[in-house]
């Protein structure tokens, strides 16, 4: 049986602080999981990871099953020895990929109903890499276009390879432009991995069943009480969620009160305000390859104290030309090593070069200031004062 255990702590409202036990380490959460799809967390080492208090990572089972590939990660310990990481892990089941190399790339869009790239119209979307079929999902690797078949079996068999702690049943992940009928379908489709993945999978290791439905209130709810059913460890929330952020909040709000104190996962979600208003409504854990993936682009993260706010999504763009002779730090608030040690001007001048080692401190940044907010977030729930930093922060 998996070494895996959840209680809630104390409550503000619905938002919890709880404590989820793993055979390699505990998480207080709320918490924001940082994204280390192929066994890292871009331009960061176990040390980084180490440093800025990471409690935990989500690594990616369809990008590693294609490389190194399972087998290897296996034969090598499994993926805390072949990180040189001593936190849990989290991966997914490769079900959002479904989405994102099939309806999600032929539609150009995201979860919420986004384009993915903002220069792009929907309708500029690419050829699908994947095609969901009754036993699974088959894919076109985006490495070297060798053919692959994803089963719930398979996807089981894999994460069992990589050795992590939490691993996430199959399920399909729809697109926000998928009609009822075809949702319906691949609720269907899902409930039944959900099944196959409790059958097959590895008892040492902790499983989510995945809440699907769209923006549908009867899916959703019907889902709900499907997956809650069932024995998993956790509950993770999936799939399209709705067109905008309310549809998102009102989706959670229709799922969440028909959860029990298992811990909840919200899947692919994290940007500042999307942390409040999720805690807020009972989430535990989160995982989103935001804070890394803006930090490579230029995006650095500042609190409401340093000018952050709603209308600039808490962060600036350090490409710009005001930050050439700016001797600051990112934010004089923040007491991460980058903002220690570094000036605004710098990490332009890094950044302008396209330097590696901008990658690295930017992430460092980003990633230091998100899990510091997730403190203030465990905080303010015991101190009962979440309403009141929510406020200064939105």
Not at 20 to 27: D, K, S, V, W
Not at 113 to 132: M, N, Q, T, W, Y
Not at 344 to 354: C, F
Request: glycine letters at 8%.
């Amino acid at each position: 049986m998996a070494e895996f255990s959840f209680r809630i702590t104390e409550t503000c409202g619905s938002a919890r602080i709880g404590i989820l036990e793993t055979a390699n380490g505990c998480i207080e959460t709320p918490y924001l999981v940082p994204v280390a799809t192929l066994a890292t967390v871009k331009s960061l080492d176990s040390s980084d990871l180490e440093s800025i208090g990471a409690q935990c990572v989500l690594a990616n089972t369809y990008h590693l099953y294609l490389r190194p590939g399972d087998s290897i990660v296996k034969k090598l310990g499994g993926l805390h020895k072949f990180m040189n990481l001593k936190v849990p892990i989290f991966t997914d089941s490769g079900g959002f990929q479904a989405f994102s190399l099939g309806y999600g790339m032929e539609h150009n869009i995201n979860k919420l109903g986004g384009v993915f790239s903002g220069d792009k119209k929907a309708e500029e979307g690419k050829e699908k890499l994947a095609r969901i079929t009754e036993e699974g999902i088959i894919f076109k690797s985006v490495y070297d276009g060798s053919k692959h078949v994803l089963t719930p079996k398979k996807s089981m068999s894999i994460q069992s390879n990589l050795g992590s702690d939490i691993i996430m049943a199959l399920d399909e992940c729809t697109s926000p432009l998928s009609g009822y009928e075809y949702t319906e379908r691949a609720l269907v489709r899902t409930h039944r991995w959900a099944k196959e993945s409790l059958r097959h999978h590895d008892r040492k290791q902790a499983i989510y069943g995945i809440i699907q439905g769209g923006y549908f209130r009867e899916l959703r709810k019907k889902s709900s009480e499907f997956i809650s059913s069932l024995p998993f460890e956790g509950i993770a929330i999936g799939g399209a969620l709705g067109k905008s952020k309310k549809d998102m909040h009102e989706i959670l709000d229709w799922i969440v009160p028909m959860l029990n104190d298992r811990p909840r996962h919200l899947l692919g979600i994290g940007e500042v305000d999307d942390l409040f208003e999720c805690v807020e409504r009972g989430i535990d854990t989160f995982d989103c390859v935001a804070p890394t993936r803006l930090a490579r682009r230029g995006g650095l993260y500042i609190r409401p104290e340093s000018g952050g706010k709603i209308s600039n999504k808490f962060r600036i763009n350090i490409d710009n030309k005001t930050f050439r002779e700016d001797k600051e730090p990112i934010d004089k608030k923040c007491k991460c090593m980058t903002c220690r040690k570094y000036s605004r001007a710098y990490l332009r001048h890094l950044y302008a070069a396209n330097e590696l080692a901008y990658f690295r401190l930017a992430t460092i940044h980003n990633l230091s200031f998100m899990l510091t907010l997730m403190k203030e977030l465990r905080e303010s729930i015991r101190g009962k004062t979440f309403s009141k930093l929510k406020k200064k922060w939105l």
